[in-house]
């Protein structure tokens, strides 16, 4: 190999190394996949394609996939993860398959009420009221096992 064929792979590894803890790469590396989503949703794609995701399909006909889905875009669109949206949207088929229901439609439809947190994504007011049913429950279920409780259990 040549000195400048070695400088080449020296500065390609460097660069490369600078742009993704920057952060660059990665942001571009998102681009780039919302693009091949945005060109493969304009283009026709065959129903019966390995392309179509039928079981996400599937769970978007449901009322609970729906929710679901829309509760993860919120969570993207809270923090702005705008590359992530991306390609989100296109592979959900938001706005073909199911209509996104904006942060207070999904208060009113989990009927969470106007104690919800504004600085935090819904899916982190869901967890925080998991949390409490479960401690308020009269038989919690464990959510971890403790050394004692294994050493009991193998006696």
């Known amino acids: 190999m040549s000195s400048a064929t070695d400088d080449d792979v020296e500065l390609k590894d460097l660069v490369t190394k600078v742009l993704d803890n920057s952060g660059v790469l990665g942001k571009l590396k998102a681009q780039l996949r919302a693009h091949v989503y945005t060109a493969l949703e304009t283009g026709d794609v065959p129903s019966g394609s390995s392309l179509t995701n039928t079981n996400l399909k599937t769970f978007l006909s449901t009322t609970t996939g729906r929710l679901i889905a829309s509760l993860v875009r919120e969570f993207l669109e809270f923090f702005h993860l705008d590359f992530t949206l991306a390609v989100f949207d296109p592979e959900t088929n938001v706005g073909k398959d199911f ?36 401690l308020k429950s009269e038989s919690p279920t464990p959510t971890e096992v403790s050394i004692d409780d294994e050493n009991t259990s193998n006696q």
Do not use: W
């Not at 899916?123 to 479960?134: A, T």
């Open 99 to 134: 209509q996104y229901r904006e942060r207070s439609k999904l208060i009113d439809a989990l009927g969470l009420t106007e104690l919800v947190d504004p600085k935090v994504p819904l899916l982190s007011e869901i967890m925080r009221l998991s949390k409490v049913s479960v």
